[in-house]
């Protein structure tokens, strides 16, 4: 291997364990791969990073993350919060049920797992608390909820995984509904065992005329993921519109419906979404350059040589994936294990046979789970920073709920119709 790609991944690992950001990190390790090579200039740095930027569907991230949080300030969560309680919350240990239902429905707005947390977490936890749950379990099923946020569509990490390794962002989005949904329901059952077994609490009985009031207070939340995919699937706009046509629908159901925000909100809101925009972005296009030169090295080739050389099969390659991304994802940011991970990989599984989009989603759900495995999960941090609990306290009660997911993400490679279902409906 040349000196120049060599350099390319020390220079990576030693920023990162230096304590760099990821930006940065990634970037120095392209510096130093052009300044070895004589056949790069720096010419190349700007010509990459203005075609990896100059892409349609790279505007679907700031205006999904506009919409996100247009929802998220506008009054979406106790509605969705009233209509979760009113479905679920009469079962045993209802109201945790109730958190990761909620989180469910929020995931299909925010895109964001952090942003799903807060939100919902915001609001759940307190009430758990109050109905007599530990503090530190009420904490768990916080972060262990907040993990859909970038499984079920819209999802920031889908639309950046696609755009980074080529994948067709449409079907990665279509590609997380039922995968989403699927782990809910198995996080929900595991909560259930647990409020069985410990005795926990559960709301009053079932009452229909509470879910109606509820659900038609919450109607115009549950009508924007209908409304974006409906779009999709029918063929009335790209993925990148719908994040446009979500933003639309987002403002109107704010200000006209719910009215829970003002003209003063909104200027806010797009303030702290251009940010977040600007620092994505930068750390996006420095990301594919990186992904650039990788493919430029042919590192992508040789690891794939060398994993066809000892791994027979497609299921040991699965077993290596899920082993590599749940310990990456207790070490590593959500962003960083995608843009690094992501171009070096995709090939390779595309070598063994596997669908792409089956692939993307399952790399995706594994990070996800990631954001609630300790020490160093996003998700468990907010969860902790919410209920003041600390990390080890939280952890203990989230081992078992991470195994459930570890169980989905086996699931989801052994099964790809769970992933390609909906993809292959569209065509």
């Known amino acids: 291997m040349q000196t120049a790609a060599i350099a390319l991944i020390v220079v990576l690992l030693v920023g990162m364990a230096c304590g760099l950001e990821i930006t940065w990190a990634l970037g120095l390790s392209c510096i130093a ?24 569907s790279m505007l679907a991230i700031p205006a999904f993350m506009l919409a996100g949080d247009v929802m998220s300030k506008g009054g979406l969560s106790k509605r969705l919060v009233a209509f979760a309680d009113s ?5 045993s240990g209802g109201i945790s049920l109730v958190s990761i239902v909620a989180c469910t429905f929020f995931a299909a707005i925010s895109g964001s797992s952090v942003a799903t947390t807060a939100a919902i977490g915001g609001l759940m936890y307190p009430e758990m608390v109050k109905r007599g749950y530990p503090e530190s379990y009420a904490a768990a099923v916080q972060a262990i909820g907040g993990t859909l946020g970038i499984v079920i569509p819209p ?3 889908l639309v950046i995984y696609g755009n980074i390794t080529g994948t067709d962002v449409g079907a990665l989005l279509m590609a997380g509904i039922l995968p989403g949904v699927v782990c809910s329901v198995f996080l929900c059952l595991y909560a259930y065992y647990k409020a069985k077994k410990c005795g926990f609490p559960k709301s009053d ?16 939340a549950l009508i924007m993921p209908v409304i974006i995919l409906g779009g999709i699937y029918a ?9 446009v046509v979500a933003v639309v629908y987002g403002l109107i159901v704010c200000l006209a419906v719910y ?3 003002s003209m003063k909100t909104i200027w806010e809101i797009v303030e702290n979404t ?7 972005m930068i750390l996006v296009v420095t990301a594919q350059m990186f992904g650039w030169l990788i493919s430029y090295y042919q590192i992508p080739q040789a690891v794939t040589n060398f994993m066809l050389a000892f791994v027979s099969n497609k299921y040991m390659f699965w077993a290596i994936i899920i082993i590599l991304l749940t310990i990456c994802g207790m070490f590593l940011e959500v962003g960083a294990t995608n843009l690094i991970l992501g171009p070096i990989l995709a090939p390779i599984a595309a070598a063994f046979g596997i669908d792409p989009v089956q692939f993307g989603l399952v790399f995706v759900f594994l990070l996800a789970m990631g954001q609630a495995t300790p020490p160093f999960g996003t998700c468990m941090f907010v969860a902790c920073g919410i209920s003041k609990q600390s990390v080890g306290q939280v952890s203990k009660h989230l081992v078992p709920f991470v195994v459930v997911e570890i169980l989905c993400g086996i699931l989801f490679a052994l099964v790809p119709g769970i992933s390609l279902l909906l993809p292959s409906i569209i065509g």
């Not at 479905?87 to 079962?91: K, N, Q």
């Not at 063929?235 to 994040?243: D, I, L, N």
């Not at 251009?274 to 994505?280: C, K, R, S, W, Y």
């Open 87 to 91: 479905l679920v919350g009469w079962i």
């Open 155 to 157: 999802s920031i990490v």
């Open 205 to 220: 009985k079932f009452s229909f005329k509470r879910f109606l009031v509820s659900f038609k207070d919450a109607v115009w």
């Open 259 to 261: 009215r829970e925000i």
């Open 33 to 56: 791969a052009v300044l070895l090579d004589p056949k790069l200039t720096f010419v190349v740095i700007a010509q990459r990073i203005f075609a990896n930027s100059n892409s349609f």
């Open 274 to 280: 251009a940010e977040g925009t600007a620092n994505l």
């Open 235 to 243: 063929g009335v706009f790209t993925p990148t519109e719908s994040a």
